[in-house]
């Protein structure tokens, strides 16, 4: 997520901050534990599983093309 933070708000450019833990529950209330959760994921079991291999852009490739 961080990444992608960083990504657009030096697109938009605007600032990007980093908050602790402590920072974080009050900054963004109810949604800190979606904010803060560490998930990474990924299309590897799928591809496995069902012999899909994914054919479209990556979201950086979608936010270049679509939005900057």
């Known amino acids: 997520m961080k990444e992608f933070a960083e990504y657009i708000g030096e697109k938009l450019h605007i600032p990007v901050q980093s908050f602790s833990k ?3 529950s ?5 949604m800190t534990y979606f904010v803060q959760e560490n998930c990474p994921a990924t299309s ?6 069902l012999g899909w291999k994914p054919s ?5 490739e979608e ?3 679509y939005f900057f």
């Open 44 to 49: 590897l079991q799928t591809q496995e599983k």
């Open 56 to 60: 479209e852009k990556s979201f950086v």
């Open 22 to 24: 402590e920072e974080a």
């Open 26 to 30: 009050q900054y963004f209330t109810w």
């Open 63 to 65: 936010l270049e093309k």
